[in-house]
């Protein structure tokens, strides 16, 4: 595999730095962040709505339909379809290299286009989709390439205090959060994979509305692996 680590961790939130990692990769390409599909499969399917519910969907036509934060070159969405049986999958990335190669990846696969999507979005401003319009999101490392920044384009190279992260970081990574609950469902689930103990996280997460009102009606946090532990924000919308 070629050397595609960045030179200052900052990299990691821009666009220019996925652009040049995916096409030195090479389009037919796969990387998993954190863990396998199957390490987090039983944490995703104990708590995302089922993909045949057996009760009819809270929001016509939003369950079973999942979106992928962030889906790089990852197996994460095929597998949610192939592994687990989800019929609808969303995935969003800001990287137009993979998400083109991801596009020709499903095609190999054999799943349906119109089903298993892939489109060119900015996670902090996805006005592609009206409100409500899925029932679970999954976030595997992504607000965390978010958090490596410093500022507007993340790029400055600066250290911060990551009990005490920059104002207009924690801005950035709010619009993001926000987003992901207006395109949220009633009862839909925002699941969060993360190496960022909750002491971390949880700030960014537990946000409320103009009156005041908690935007998650709760946040569980669960972890998966032995050695190391990766947390799982499981955050369900009232």
Same mark, same amino acid.
């Given at each position: 595999?070629?050397?595609?680590?960045?030179?200052?961790?900052?990299?990691? +939130?821009?666009?220019?730095?996925?652009?040049?990692?995916?096409?030195?990769?090479?389009?037919?390409?796969?990387?998993?962040?954190? +863990?396998?599909?199957?390490?987090?499969?039983?944490?995703?399917?104990?708590?995302?709505?089922?993909?045949?519910?057996?009760?009819?969907?809270?929001?016509?036509?939003?369950?079973?339909?999942?979106?992928?934060?962030?889906?790089?070159?990852?197996?994460?969405?095929?597998?949610?379809?192939?592994?687990?049986?989800?019929?609808?999958?969303?995935?969003?990335?800001?990287?137009?290299?993979?998400?083109?190669?991801?596009?020709?990846?499903?095609?190999?696969?054999?799943?349906?286009?119109?089903?298993?999507?892939?489109?060119?979005?900015?996670?902090?401003?996805?006005?592609?989709?009206?409100?409500?319009?899925?029932?679970?999101?999954?976030?595997?490392?992504?607000?965390?390439?978010?958090?490596?920044?410093?500022?507007?384009?993340?790029? /400055?190279? +600066?250290?911060?205090?990551?009990?005490?992260?920059?104002?207009?970081?924690?801005?950035?990574?709010?619009?993001?959060?926000?987003?992901?609950?207006?395109?949220?469902?009633?009862? /839909?689930?925002?699941?969060?994979?993360? @190496? /960022?103990?909750?002491? @971390?996280?949880?700030?960014?997460?537990?946000?409320?509305?103009?009156?005041?009102?908690?935007?998650?009606?709760?946040?569980?946090?669960?972890?998966?692996?032995?050695?190391?532990?990766?947390?799982?924000?499981?955050?369900? +919308?009232?």
């Amino acid at each position: 595999m070629p050397d595609v680590l960045p030179s200052d961790n900052a990299h990691y +939130k821009t666009q220019q730095y996925w652009d040049s990692r995916y096409q030195t990769e090479g389009p037919d390409a796969t990387f998993d962040w954190f +863990k396998s599909y199957d390490d987090i499969r039983p944490v995703l399917e104990a708590n995302l709505p089922p993909p045949a519910p057996s009760s009819p969907p809270p929001h016509p036509g939003a369950l079973p339909h999942l979106l992928v934060l962030g889906c790089g070159n990852s197996t994460l969405s095929e597998s949610l379809a192939l592994v687990s049986g989800y019929t609808h999958v969303t995935s969003v990335d800001y990287s137009a290299v993979v998400v083109e190669a991801m596009r020709a990846r499903t095609a190999k696969l054999g799943l349906d286009a119109d089903r298993f999507t892939f489109q060119v979005a900015d996670i902090r401003d996805m006005a592609l989709f009206a409100a409500e319009s899925f029932a679970g999101a999954i976030d595997k490392g992504t607000m965390d390439a978010l958090l490596t920044g410093d500022g507007e384009d993340g790029a /400055g190279g +600066k250290a911060y205090d990551p009990w005490n992260p920059p104002r207009e970081l924690c801005a950035e990574v709010e619009r993001y959060v926000r987003e992901v609950h207006r395109v949220l469902c009633s009862r /839909g689930v925002f699941i969060y994979i993360t @190496f /960022g103990q909750p002491h @971390f996280r949880r700030r960014h997460l537990e946000l409320t509305t103009t009156d005041g009102v908690p935007l998650w009606e709760s946040i569980k946090v669960q972890t998966v692996g032995d050695a190391f532990h990766y947390y799982v924000y499981v955050c369900t +919308k009232t």
